[in-house]
């Protein structure tokens, strides 16, 4: 479930989500986003028919900026259309600065399970260069308020090779994940994307570029520091503490679920057809209210595309890939990797090493072309 | 509308057959444009400016690579006269086309920008012109640009033309102004062709080009006789036959005829597939009662550059093969063997007459075949004497002896440079550093300067003439022509990649600029190679002997690391496309090598569209 609404827009940002200002004049605003996601929920139900949901995963933009009551209307919706299935995961996503005890006895009361915060840094230079609003000290405390609340599980987000962060830094970051108890994090190495005002101020030199080198150390003091505190990786960018703490909604992504997409730019798939929505809140809305489907686009996959998908997903995860999914020079090529430090081969699946995980690109580009080119 | 230039076997005195030469943009294609329309061959509305830049490549780069001639009906008073005009190039590689253009005509309109006043090719066409006796009308153009500064150019042009300034005639090819006057001049001025009409026929091929739909289309100048469509002509350096489908004339598009008597320009087909078969400089006479005597040859230029060109795709040498022998119909000047490389794979190695002649056939294969090529760096052609005296020819840096040598020897070149004199300290300076001998020097006028040099054609083929444009603020023009070879102390750098050397990056250089290049090399391979999974050392050597040193050092990082949600297509789109950039790398030992390092790694600075100005 997208949410496409935020206070402020991040400098490094490309997702899909608007601030108000920008909103300004569409006629877009929360309810009527909930009036709209409400109409595709019923459309869903019609296409999908009867199938109880496992999880629920609202993210964003900013799911936390709409507050409880209307999170929790979300959630009372995908009930009664679809019913949820018994331990179903109900995630949402939320920026520390808009919660509150308050906001988490809500989500507690509708049902919500998991709660997934942006921290980003605890170092306040850090915030400043990625435009966050929050002060340092504010996600840790909601992440224990999250927790207070009886939130079962809890994630921290964080960025880390920031320009202009040290290693000390980021120590501290984690140190101060590792203080809020939460039983998941996810560490992303900061993306300079197009068109964002980070990159404007890359290009103009008034910011330095990301360095790989220093990525890929700080990559390695998260996993040490992490995993010495008990939190597994399990997927190349995410940690949990046990399995049932690993995040189950985005095991579907990797792991070829279905999933129904809902919201303005939402992605989409059902058994191996992938679409997604038109991306500004007010096109969306207006298409439902019309009746209309709100599909911006669609692709179906070919036998190709979906392999590559799969092993480009599932490489990355700890439990690895079968091996059995490879052909003769892939698997060639696996060994090749395992002798390179890249894989190790286990129990019928390769499985990135640490050195791998931080190649995992090359990895998967080599399993694939190396079944291209084989000659036929 | 049908006029008098539509029926051919005009009579001689009715005839002026000219060209036009100049320096590179002076406006020789723009003022064929205004005679196109004034003689009213071209109507208003099929007006298109350049008309007679039929490629592709011409008109996108706005220069004329091929001579293209038009015949066209004038009238002074009440006389009509027929016309043959013929549009050359500018540019110093296409020397060439201009040489085959004077074999067809009696005079030539010297072209100068009012602005610009006498450049390096306006001299070198001029004396190429003067060799062929042909009549020199000094025009100047451009008299509607406000830099226009006509007076001063005109006594320039008088000095070395050895006219009065008055003579100068001066027009502007953009607004027509002055063009009908010229036109009646060279009438007055230019000779009528002379030759015997009852003699057995002898016509001159001037031009030879391959269309896809006619096949050969053979351009020819009568000089003496008649040549008739359904007859048999023969070629006279091979003695082949053939019959005669189609005679014609172009006006501006191509039209057959009845035949072309003496004096005529115009175009025949025989149905031959290669231009080889008809080639430039040999005699078209009748099968029977055919001439005897050929008329006196043009001498086909040689390649002066050479350059590997691969497919980056190794599955594409078959193609480019074909591609290279379709091109080669219609550019004799182009030659090609097949070579490997260890590093690029099967390709070929290809003569060209310049750097501009080189770029271009490239972007032609590429646009015009769908193909995707490495270049690699261009060298000359150099003599080797080895110690036990065997002399070996090397065209390609891969060939260059192992052992001792006692001698080599490199082609060198007669330079010409034209510029404002207060740059000729800098001039000679650069000339130095490039090996120069300084063979006179001479001023055209008070404020311009003509400095002649003997030099190495291997150091002007680089980024010579980029050099040379930037030290005088663009004002220095540049021509030249082969001039012999000369003893050279040159040595060949290798570079190593993992201690594996690539031979498409090896250069034969003078002994004082192996640092130079192997440092340079070296350091560009360090920024255009992408990081591997180890690490990988570059060196540069002289035989056994490193010389510079880099290091490429391991890539540690190389995965997306950013949550997209339930967005995996953008993911696999990703993946996708850096997935094919890998596939288009080179892999040498280990190490890969994008495409792109090869052409940046390759090129020099001096890109021939630079050349260009
Ligand atoms: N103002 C002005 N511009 C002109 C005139 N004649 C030509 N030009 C411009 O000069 C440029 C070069 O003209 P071309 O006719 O292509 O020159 P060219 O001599 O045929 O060039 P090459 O074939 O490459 O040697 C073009 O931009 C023309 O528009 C003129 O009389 N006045
Ligand atoms: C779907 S986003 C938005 C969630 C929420 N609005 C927030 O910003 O905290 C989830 C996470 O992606 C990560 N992220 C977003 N843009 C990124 C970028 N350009 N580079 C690396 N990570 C990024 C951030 O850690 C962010 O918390
Ligand atoms: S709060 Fe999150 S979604 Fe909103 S702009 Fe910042 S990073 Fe993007
Ligand atoms: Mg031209």
């Known amino acids: 479930m997208h949410v496409p609404f935020c206070a402020s827009r991040c400098g490094y940002c490309d997702f899909n989500t608007y601030t108000a200002s920008e909103l300004q004049g569409s006629g877009s605003s929360p309810d009527t986003w909930l009036e709209a996601v409400r109409r595709e929920l019923t459309r869903a139900r019609a296409t999908v028919g009867d199938r109880a949901v496992d999880t629920v995963f609202v993210g964003g933009g900013t799911p936390s900026l709409i507050g409880a009551e209307r999170l929790g209307a979300v959630l009372a919706t995908i009930r009664s259309e679809f ?171 990797w792991l070829d679920g279905d999933w129904w997409g809902v919201g303005p730019g939402a992605h989409s798939h059902l058994a191996g057809r992938r679409w997604w929505n038109v ?77 791998g995980r931080l190649l995992a690109d090359r990895v998967v580009q080599d399993l694939l072309l190396a079944s291209e080119t084989a000659p036929a | 509308m049908t006029t008098y230039a539509d029926r051919t076997f005009t009579p001689p005195e009715r005839i002026r057959n000219f060209c036009i030469i100049a320096h590179i943009d002076h406006g020789k294609s723009t003022l064929a444009d205004r005679m196109l329309q004034i003689t009213g061959v071209v109507e208003e509305r099929a007006m298109r400016a350049q008309y007679l830049d039929r490629m592709d490549i011409e008109r996108e780069r706005g220069i004329t690579i091929k001579a293209q001639n038009v015949r066209l009906p004038w009238k002074v008073g009440d006389e009509e006269y027929v016309l043959h005009l013929i549009d050359t190039p500018g540019h110093v590689d296409f020397t060439y086309e201009v040489s085959r253009a004077l074999e067809a005509c009696e005079g ?46 005109a006594a320039e042009i008088a000095h070395i033309v050895g006219c009065e300034p008055e003579d100068v005639l001066r027009v502007s090819a953009k607004t027509g102004m002055g063009v009908e006057a010229l036109l009646d001049e060279a009438v007055k001025q230019i000779p009528a062709p002379q030759g015997d009409a009852d003699a057995p026929a002898r016509a001159m091929i001037f031009d030879s080009v391959y269309d896809t739909y006619r096949g050969v289309v053979t351009y020819i100048r009568v000089v003496d006789g008649r040549i008739v469509p359904r007859e048999r002509i023969k070629m006279m350096s091979t003695g082949a036959t053939h019959e005669l489908l189609e005679v014609g004339i172009v006006s501006p598009e191509p039209k057959p005829t009845e035949g072309l008597g003496v004096g005529e320009v115009g175009y025949l087909i025989t149905g031959v597939k290669d231009v080889r078969q008809s080639k430039v400089g040999d005699t078209v006479t009748s099968q029977r009662r055919g001439a005897t005597e050929p008329l006196t040859g043009y001498r086909e230029p040689r390649p002066m550059v050479y350059s590997g060109l691969y497919p980056v795709d190794g599955s594409q040498y078959p193609d480019l093969r074909e591609a290279l022998d379709k ?107 490039r090996r120069g001998q300084l063979g006179g020097m001479d001023y055209l006028s008070e404020s311009r300067v003509e400095l002649r040099y003997t030099m190495p054609l291997a150091e002007i083929i680089f980024d010579f003439f980029d050099a040379l444009k930037s030290r005088t603020r663009g004002y220095a023009s540049l021509d030249y022509e082969e001039a012999g070879e000369q003893v ?19 250069a034969i250089v003078h002994k004082d600029s192996a640092y130079g290049y192997g440092t340079s090399m070296a350091s560009k391979l360090r920024e255009l190679i992408p990081r591997q999974q180890f690490e990988v050392p570059i060196q540069a050597a002289v035989g056994s002997r490193i010389i510079a040193r880099e290091t490429i050092r391991a890539i540690r990082k190389d995965v997306l690391a950013k949550c997209y949600g339930g967005d995996i297509s953008r993911k696999r789109k990703l993946l996708e496309k850096q997935k094919e950039g890998k596939k288009r790398m080179k892999t040498i030992g280990r190490v890969d090598v994008p495409q792109e390092a090869f052409v940046a790694a390759l090129s020099t600075e001096s890109s021939a569209d630079k050349a260009k100005k």
């Open chain 1, 279 to 355: 991306k500004h809140p007010a096109r969306y809305a207006a298409a439902l209210a019309e009746s209309a489907d709100p599909e911006a686009d669609h692709e179906v996959l070919t036998p190709t595309e979906q392999h590559t998908e799969r092993v480009m997903l599932r490489l990355r995860l700890a439990e690895g890939l079968d091996l059995d999914l490879l052909d003769a020079p892939a698997r060639a090529e696996a060994d090749r990797a395992a002798a390179a430090d890249l894989l190790e081969l286990r129990g019928g699946r390769a499985i990135l090493t640490r050195r």
């Open chain 2, 488 to 506: 050279s102390d040159l040595v060949k750098v290798d570079i190593l990649l993992q201690g594996e050397p690539v031979d498409a990056f090896s």
């Open chain 2, 327 to 433: 091109l080669q119909l219609n550019d004799a000047a182009l030659t090609y063997e097949p070579e490997t490389s260890a590093a690029l794979g099967f390709g070929f190695r290809c003569g060209f007459l310049g750097l501009l002649h080189l770029e271009i056939t490239r972007e032609r294969l590429e646009r015009e075949f769908d193909l995707d090529l490495i270049s690699t760096a261009p060298n000359v052609v150099y003599q080797v004497t080895t110690d036990d005296g065997t002399e070996i020819t090397v065209t390609n840096p891969s060939d260059w002896p192992e052992g001792k040598v006692s001698e080599i020897r490199e082609p060198i070149v007669k330079v010409t440079i034209l510029a404002p004199s207060e740059f000729v300290g800098t001039i000679m300076e650069l000339c130095q550093a």
């Open chain 2, 108 to 153: 030539a309109i010297l072209l100068v920008d009012a602005a610009q006043g006498i450049e390096a090719q306006t001299l070198a066409n001029l004396y190429l012109a003067l060799e062929k006796d042909l009549t020199i009308i000094p025009v100047l153009n451009k008299i509607d640009l406000p830099a226009a500064d006509p007076d001063r150019y």
């Open chain 1, 83 to 253: 019913g949820l299935a018994p331990g179903a995961e109900v995630t949402t996503e939320s920026n520390p600065e808009s919660t509150s005890p308050e906001f988490f006895a809500g989500l507690v009361e509708a049902g919500y399970t998991r709660v997934s915060l942006g921290m980003q840094s605890a170092a306040p230079h850090v915030l400043r260069i990625l435009d966050r609003r929050h002060t340092p000290g504010r996600a840790v405390d909601a992440a224990r308020e999250a927790r207070a609340a009886g939130i079962a599980h809890v994630n921290l987000d964080l960025i880390y090779a920031t320009p202009g962060e040290t290693t000390a830094d980021l120590r501290g970051s984690v140190e101060a994940v590792l203080s809020a108890g939460v039983d998941h994090v996810s560490a992303y190495s900061l993306i300079v994307e197009d068109g964002t005002a980070m990159a404007r101020k890359v290009a103009r030199g008034e910011l330095p570029a990301p360095d790989d080198d220093v990525a890929a150390e700080r990559y390695e003091l998260i996993d040490d520091l992490l995993s010495a505190a008990g939190l597994q990786w399990y997927e190349v960018s995410n940690w949990a503490s046990s399995a049932g703490a690993r995040c189950r909604h985005n095991l579907g992504y």
